[in-house]
């Protein structure tokens, strides 16, 4: 049977974005015979105006079952006001939660139409591709004891940093798988000389190594590696990290590349019976509602994230670089939304006509 995919639109530029993906989803089959079983569901806050709960359990069990999960954007201000327990974020928290998604991957990507962009100088980010997986379900983030505590006269802010062994082994496990799709190069960033969190990830680390022979470890302070980021990102291929310092040098990274529209994300989790792993992907920007309804919204970050789900969840990686490759001719042909454009007089292409450009430099490919 064909491969399983589950798209949630979601809210705000969500389902604008989400309906170029399917011009591609729909060309893909139309083209190159790669059918997917595509079902469509609500989250967030169009779930919440349905069903009064953001995600519901009928989404979610489908969500347990597919192949992958492709999700626009949740959110907006007229769902601000909600009780917490129903904002729009829960939908997602609860996907990523239930499936279990602990490795988080985020690309810092630079394609040359965009160098300009960037903050950094152009030689530093053109060509630039490295991926960074972030550790997302443990850590310092949801370490006991917590708390704010009295304690003499004065209160007492407290987190923990905390990793049990299985978790490191199982996020640096994607990690290894990731760089045996890409430049079978990988760098474990931690404290180990501050931490007895990093002491334990780097010995954790260094043993899962073994079951990857052909892949190039090597091991960096984390204060060291965001200045390698900012200095000469192109040293690295994979980085894999905590919670913590993942949320931190994903930021970092994600800015050397320029527009928040360009930016796509996977999450993935413990292989399923079929052996790929449970996964959702998204692009990093939200609904973005200042721009809502207006057909300004870049889709590029939403079908790059498509392509991510081509190469990592569907083992159809040419396939996925070929869509790239079509994103970066659509740049180079100046084919813009207003995000990647700074001067002023030049018309930007709208929402669908970037998407329609996509389409035709595949078909050109
Ligand atoms: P945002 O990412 O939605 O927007 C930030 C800025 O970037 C805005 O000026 C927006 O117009 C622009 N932008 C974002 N995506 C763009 C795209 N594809 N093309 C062109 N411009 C784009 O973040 P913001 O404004 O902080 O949050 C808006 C809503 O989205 C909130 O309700 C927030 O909770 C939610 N949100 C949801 C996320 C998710 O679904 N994963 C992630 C971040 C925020
Ligand atoms: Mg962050």
Not at 29 to 52: C, M, N, P, Q, T
Not at 120 to 144: C, N, P, Q, W
Not at 225 to 247: E, S, Y
Not at 251 to 265: I, R
């Amino acid at each position: 049977s064909n491969p399983s995919l589950l798209i949630l639109p979601g809210d705000g530029i969500g389902p604008e974005v989400m309906a170029e993906v399917r011009k591609i989803i729909d060309w893909f089959g139309a083209k190159r015979g790669i059918a997917f079983d595509v079902s469509e569901d609500l989250v967030g806050g169009a779930a919440y105006d349905k069903h009064g709960t953001p995600l519901h359990d009928d989404t979610m069990a489908k969500a347990q079952e597919v192949d992958a999960v492709l999700l626009g954007a949740v959110g907006g201000p007229k769902y601000d006001v909600l009780d917490f327990s129903v904002k729009p974020e829960r939908g997602l928290l609860r996907l990523r939660k239930e499936m279990d998604l602990f490795a988080n991957l985020r690309p810092a990507q630079c394609f040359d139409a965009l160098a300009d962009f960037s903050s950094l100088k152009k030689d530093v980010v053109a060509g630039l591709d490295i991926m960074i997986v972030r550790e997302l379900t443990s850590g310092i983030y949801f370490g006991e004891p917590r708390g704010i505590i009295e304690e003499g006269n004065e209160r007492v802010g407290i987190n923990t940093q905390r990793y049990t062994e299985s978790e490191i082994d199982r996020v640096a496990r994607s990690a290894f798988e990731l760089a045996m799709k890409r430049g079978k190069k990988l760098c474990s960033m931690e404290k180990a000389n501050v931490m007895e969190s990093g002491i334990l990830w780097r010995e954790v680390v260094t043993e899962v190594a073994k079951d990857y022979p052909e892949v190039e470890l090597s091991h960096m302070y984390a204060d060291a590696g965001a200045m390698q980021l900012c200095r000469w990102p192109k040293q690295f291929d994979v980085i894999v990290t905590d919670n913590l310092f993942g949320d931190l040098l994903s930021d970092a990274a994600a800015m050397l590349t320029g527009s928040l529209g360009m930016l796509p994300s996977a999450s993935l989790g413990a292989p399923m019976a079929n052996g790929r792993p449970k996964a959702l992907y998204e692009p990093v920007h939200g609904s973005a509602p200042d721009i809502a309804g207006q057909a300004k919204a870049n889709p590029c970050a939403c079908i790059l994230s498509f392509a991510m789900a081509l190469r990592y969840s569907f083992d159809l990686g040419a396939e996925a670089t070929r869509l790239e490759a079509a994103v970066e001719k659509v740049l180079a042909d100046g084919v813009r939304t207003a995000d990647l454009l700074n001067e002023e007089g030049i018309t930007p292409a709208t929402t669908s006509e970037m998407g329609d450009a996509v389409v035709a430099a595949l078909e050109a490919s």
